[in-house]
């Protein structure tokens, strides 16, 4: 099953896709890291937003979407725009698309330890919260 996990930053949607099949994780190619909004958006931009999130997970065959849970209050609250973003993607038909909370996550991940570090994954630094939910995630369907 492939998962595309994702970590809303600001105006980027960070994403890592994940695939594990008979117990083996693999790393597609993904042509996109991250999709953004412009600072300044309007309808049109979310809607392209939503469009583009939409046809990268139909190319990839992504049936299921975990999004890194954030805070509504306090010092580490997500952004408005974060809300929106998280909002587009939840809107996306033929797309599961769940929340997993950083407890969750950690949880799940000290139960499952990596097997590799995440530096040796081929992954860039800003991908690794998309990955570490994307990894809960599959640790937790199939634990």
Not at 7 to 28: H, K, M, S, Y
Not at 32 to 48: F, I, T, W, Y
Not at 107 to 125: A, D, W
Request: aromatic letters at 6%; charged letters at 25%; proline letters at 3%.
């Amino acid at each position: 099953m492939k998962v595309c996990g994702v970590e809303l930053t600001a105006n980027d949607a960070v994403i890592c896709l994940l695939e594990l099949d008979r117990g083996q994780f693999t790393l597609p190619d993904c042509r996109a890291r991250k999709l953004s909004l412009p600072k300044v958006h309007n309808r049109e931009d979310l809607q392209k937003f939503q469009a583009s999130f939409a046809k990268l997970m139909q190319d990839y065959q992504i049936t299921r979407v975990v999004i890194r849970e954030r805070m509504t209050k306090g010092k580490f609250a997500g952004g408005s725009v974060s809300f929106k973003l998280e909002a587009a993607i939840q809107l996306i038909n033929d797309v599961e698309v769940e929340l997993m909370t950083p407890a969750q996550v950690k949880q799940v991940v000290s139960e499952n330890p990596l097997l590799i570090p995440f530096s040796e994954t081929g992954l860039k630094g800003f991908q690794e919260s998309a990955f570490m939910v994307a990894y809960a995630a599959q640790m937790s369907a199939n634990g």
